[in-house]
T-cell receptor, first 115, second 115 residues
């Protein structure tokens, strides 16, 4: 079945460092891809998305490009802040596999940014 | 305000208790979901309701019983739980049009501890 694999965490960076969180997926169709963020004590919030190959999603300085050839959707940010400390989830939506169109998540990657 | 409200935020219950989790969405969405988030595991989809009809049940034990009385409300009734059921239970909603989903929105979750 469809699945999402994220790099193991935690990722610990100093403020203003460059961030990359790797995400690869396995899907039989042409899924939409998402990054969600979960701040401590809160639910998941949509960070960005891409719905087709070569699309680039971006929001709050974060970017991710839908790479069909490498089945990847890596999250990047040029300069992280302490406030970016959170858990980041990569997900895909199996829009073509039936009537549920559910989100399938990776295991999450914890980011810790130190001042 | 995320538009999806979950109550209670925290719940401690004994293994012989019966309790219910509540989720309410104010977004006009027509699909609602229960997810389970355990430490160091991917989010697990438990139930999907579309237009108030349960369309998916991912092999969830019968001690979890969902109810969707209308498109704005979703409940998860709990009875005779086990300690391993302790987790964060997240509710989400989306607008479904055919096989596609738009605007997944998550609640802040209910932190459940079974003692």
């Amino acid at each position: 079945g469809d699945s999402v694999t994220q790099m193991e965490g935690p990722v610990t960076l100093s403020e203003e460092a460059f961030l990359t969180i790797n995400c690869t997926y396995t899907a039989t169709g042409y899924p939409s891809l998402f990054w969600y963020v979960q701040y401590p004590g809160e639910g998941l919030q949509l960070l960005l998305k891409a719905t087709k190959a070569d699309d680039k999603g971006s929001n709050k300085g974060f970017e991710a490009t839908y790479r069909k050839e490498t089945t990847s959707f890596h999250l990047e940010k040029g300069s992280v802040q302490v406030s970016d400390s959170a858990v980041y989830f990569c997900a895909l939506s199996d829009d073509g596999s039936g009537n549920t169109g559910k989100l399938i998540f990776g295991q999450g990657t914890t980011l810790q940014v130190k001042p | 305000e995320t538009g999806v409200t979950q109550t209670p935020r925290h719940l401690v219950m004994g293994m012989t208790n019966k309790k219910s989790l509540k989720c309410e969405q104010h977004l006009g969405h027509n699909a609602m979901y229960w997810y389970k988030q355990s430490a160091k595991k991917p989010l697990e989809l438990m139930f999907v309701y579309s237009l108030e009809e349960r369309v998916e049940n991912n092999s969830v034990p019968s001690r979890f019983s969902p109810e969707c009385p209308n498109s704005s409300h979703l409940f998860l009734h709990l009875h005779t739980l086990q300690p391993e059921d302790s987790a964060l239970y997240l509710c989400a909603s989306s607008q479904r049009r055919g096989p596609l989903n738009y605007g997944y929105t998550f609640g802040s979750g209910t932190r459940l501890t079974v003692v």
